[in-house]
């Protein structure tokens, strides 16, 4: 029998509760449901151009080589046109102070992040930076509830600058800081949330696929960059700490 | 201050809320899945909410799985009859792998068990929602699933392509350390535990 089977399980009546509270609604920006589709289409529509795109191009490689450069000039001309692909915006409907904006995706476009997220760190945050030294910042909201990680595990604390909440950063007890995931913020390289994959891929000599979205390049300073990209637009930049265990 | 789009008449609450009310789509057609994200996009974002934990990557989640299975929508209504609940299924799942590939990429050995975190939290206070979000996601994918969802052992290893077995000892997990996250809380702030 399992633990949910107990008809007093008293966790399920909670977990039933939280999962009811309306607090758990999302509300979207106004045309998300567009963003979508128009989306989904650009996937179908991609996918098409490869595949007719690879018989075409077999067709001519087998009747005039030369014209296999337009094909591909033209393949590479319809990426071009769907890199900027806009993000779903999300609001928590439970109330709405000006604090509490979420932007959880970025507009089209690049040169809407300011803040650097550099090699060593967030502004007056650096990797391997102590949980206390971190909280005396004033970053992490409320101390990060005044929890400090136990050795040898992580702990991840919302990031904050003033009353708004602008990421997350990830700190060990033995550690400190190992990771800084930031909504808005620009590489010293320049790749930001809305950074086309083409100029992602050349601003970084070592740049790679860890998997499919994720795109991975080192600082140069023993860190790396980790990159989410959607719809071959950076979505998420990522600085994360190497070789460390939580 | 964003505008929004205005309320769509949504389900409420959380267990069993498993079937598409909407009218089921017709096949073939991209406006179809446009009046299916109409239709279901406020109850997958709320979904999203509960299983990654926080609103930014509830957005990112529903956005990735709905484009992807948009973009061959005749082919998923000819091998599901239920869109919305396949939609839900492959969110939990690419909820997961995409955890486990940060988990194995992102710091080489290992993160914390603590996958997402709010970026606004209108829960901030509630010890069980805090205790949750702190779970790995599989375990946090059974729960919803099971709590949220109200899906059975067996539709929640359908679900998630693992074995039964596999379920129950995720779920066995979860529930012991949200009792042991909750037993704490209890005890610090000087009241009888749960």
């Known amino acids: 029998m399992s633990d949910w089977d107990d008809p007093d399980d008293a966790l399920g009546a909670q977990l039933r509760r939280l999962f009811e509270d309306d607090r758990l609604e999302l509300r979207t920006r106004a045309g998300a449901e567009q963003v979508i589709v128009a989306g989904a289409r650009r996937r179908r529509r991609r996918r098409a151009t490869l595949v007719a795109g690879g018989g075409v191009l077999t067709a001519l490689v087998l009747v005039v080589g030369g014209l296999l450069v337009k094909g591909l000039r033209d393949t590479t001309a319809e990426h071009t046109t769907q890199a900027a692909a806009p993000q779903l915006s999300v609001q928590s409907s439970w109330s709405s102070p000006p604090q509490s904006t979420v932007e959880s995706g970025f507009p089209e476009g690049q040169g809407v992040a300011s803040e650097v997220l550099g090699p060593h760190g967030y502004r007056s945050l650096m990797l391997g930076m102590s949980y206390q030294d971190a909280a005396a910042t004033g970053m992490l909201p409320g101390d990060g509830d005044g929890r400090p990680p136990a050795p040898q595990s992580c702990v991840t604390y919302p990031l904050s600058a003033g009353s708004a909440r602008i990421g997350e950063v990830t700190i060990s007890g033995t550690n400190g800081i190992v990771r800084f995931r930031v909504w808005n913020a620009r590489t010293p390289e320049g790749v930001t949330p809305g950074t086309g994959l083409k100029h992602l891929s050349s601003a970084y000599a070592d740049f790679a696929p860890v998997d499919y979205g994720f795109y991975s390049a080192s600082t140069g300073t023993g860190a790396r960059y980790y990159f989410t990209v959607t719809n071959d637009t950076v979505t998420e930049v990522q600085l994360s700490a190497t070789g460390i265990a939580c | ?194």
């Open chain 2, 1 to 194: 201050m964003t505008a929004f789009v205005p309320a769509i008449v949504r389900e409420r609450g959380g267990a069993g809320i498993t079937r598409q009310e909407g009218r089921p789509p017709v096949p073939g057609e991209i406006t179809d899945f446009a009046e299916f994200v109409e239709v279901n996009l406020p109850r997958l974002l709320r979904y999203g909410h509960a299983l990654t934990g926080n609103p930014h990557d509830a957005a990112d989640l529903v956005q990735t799985v709905l484009e992807k299975i948009g973009s061959r929508w005749p082919q998923v209504l000819r091998k599901t009859g239920d869109p919305l609940a396949y939609v839900r299924r492959s969110m939990a799942n690419a909820h997961i792998s995409r955890w486990r590939r940060h988990r194995r990429e992102n710091l080489v050995a290992e993160l914390p068990d603590s996958p997402t975190l709010v970026q606004i939290d209108p829960f901030e206070h509630e010890p069980l929602w805090q205790a949750l979000r702190d779970l790995p996601p599989r375990q946090r994918a059974v729960i919803v699933l099971r709590y949220y969802e109200g899906l059975s052992e067996a539709e929640i290893a359908a679900s998630l392509g693992v074995a039964a077995g596999t379920v129950k000892s995720q779920a066995s997990k979860a529930i012991a350390t949200l009792r042991g996250r909750l037993r704490g809380d209890e005890e610090v702030e000087g009241r009888k535990p749960v």
